[in-house]
């Protein structure tokens, strides 16, 4: 888990990303550490400061770090945030009654079993990266439309926070959100078939087997 006030970064992040994921901004982020000279050069292992506590531990910038749980400070703006760490802010909900509360852009017509294109889309609306028109709560239909607005496949090891991971096994079709590595394993997010009545719930994992990744045109 990351500290509160750090970051450690992964490969494949980027700081506009760390930034919108902690809302703050890329100038208080080179502000609070003065080693990035390149805002477009950081390497994965090193550890971002992201508030400006001494060594009193006095408050002393204005970003506020968010840990995998509760939220100190503002909480993260889900508007222009990674599709990624948007879903990591319904970590343990249900998909059947995430999909009723109004809180992201998901149909509730969906069956509670079947929610997983259903979220994944309502994040990808959420972080702006696609229209209603292109949502879809059908897995193969989502795939379908986002090739259609020019995704690409993508390696692994090119992934992005946010990128999307399809699979598909013994004639079903899963989809979760790539969301970073962590100690060099790739970790994913989705609405996952964990829950004992086999209904959904949003939780870390949900991608095995043969999968691949589609990321937005850039």
């Known amino acids: 888990m990351t500290a509160i006030g750090t970051h450690s970064i992964s490969w494949g992040d980027t700081l506009s990303q760390i930034a919108q994921r902690y809302g703050t901004s890329i100038d208080a982020l080179q502000a609070l550490n003065p080693q990035i000279t390149n805002p477009d050069l950081i390497y994965a292992g090193d550890t971002l400061r992201l508030s400006g506590a001494g060594a009193g531990g006095a408050e002393q910038g204005a970003a506020t770090a968010v840990g995998a749980g509760a939220v100190e400070g503002r909480p993260l703006a889900l508007d222009g945030a990674n599709a990624a760490a948007i879903a990591e802010q319904f970590i343990g909900r249900n998909a059947g009654e995430l999909k009723h509360s109004n809180e992201l852009p ?5 069956p509670d079993n079947v929610n997983c294109a259903n979220f994944v889309s309502a994040c990808l609306q959420k972080a702006g990266l696609i229209t209603s028109s292109q ?8 795939a379908n439309n986002l090739r259609g607005a020019g995704w690409q496949p993508t390696s692994l090891a090119n992934a992005r926070p946010g990128d999307v991971v399809l699979m598909q096994s013994n004639g079903q079709s899963h989809v979760v959100l790539f969301a970073g590595h962590e100690n060099g394993v790739p970790k994913f997010i989705g609405s996952n078939n964990v829950n004992a009545d086999g209904t959904q719930r949003i939780s870390w994992g949900g991608a095995s087997g043969n999968y691949h990744l589609l990321t937005p045109p850039r």
Do not use: E, G, H, K
Request: net charge negative; aromatic share 8%; charged share 10%.
């Open 106 to 110: 998901m149909q509730s017509w969906v």
């Open 135 to 142: 949502a879809s709560a059908s897995v193969d239909q989502l």
